[in-house]
């Protein structure tokens, strides 16, 4: 029998590489806006981020997502971030 390859994917924060599933993904849209992709499937460039409030209230600190996509990151991006956690 043939063993399923689970795709892995690496936190843009912490360097840990995850399943897809215990991350959340950030993304670019073409038309420069940020969504948060929950398809995991959103068309444009992507940035994971672990679930896990240390690590996105650092992403926020260190604007570290803002680098990695090149776009300014609204507030409210980050406040949907969180609330999806909790």
């Known amino acids: 029998m043939k ?3 689970i795709p892995m994917r ?3 924060i912490t360097r840990e590489k995850l399943e897809k599933k215990d991350l959340i993904r950030i993304v670019r849209t073409p038309e420069n806006t940020v969504i ?3 398809t995991l499937k959103a068309n444009g460039r992507g940035a994971y981020l672990k ?5 996105i209230e650092k992403a926020k600190k260190t604007k570290a997502l ?3 996509l090149e776009v300014t ?3 409210n991006i980050y406040e949907e971030l969180l609330n999806k956690i909790k």
Not at 51 to 55: A, P, Y
Request: proline content about 5%; charged content about 45%; overall charge negative.
């Open 3 to 5: 063993i399923k390859k």
């Open 51 to 55: 679930k896990d409030i240390n690590v």
């Open 66 to 68: 803002e680098k990695h």
């Open 10 to 12: 690496t936190c843009v």
């Open 36 to 38: 948060i992709d929950e």
């Open 73 to 75: 990151i609204p507030e």
